[in-house]
């Protein structure tokens, strides 16, 4: 459940990384 969270949030990091 933990690691599912953190893959989620590494996502959103790239994400956001590749859009500001």
């Not at 459940?1 to 500001?20: G, I, R």
Request: proline letters at 0%; hydrophobic letters at 55%.
């Amino acid at each position: 459940m933990e690691a599912q969270a953190t893959a989620a949030w590494n996502d959103t990091l790239a994400w956001f990384k590749d859009n500001v």
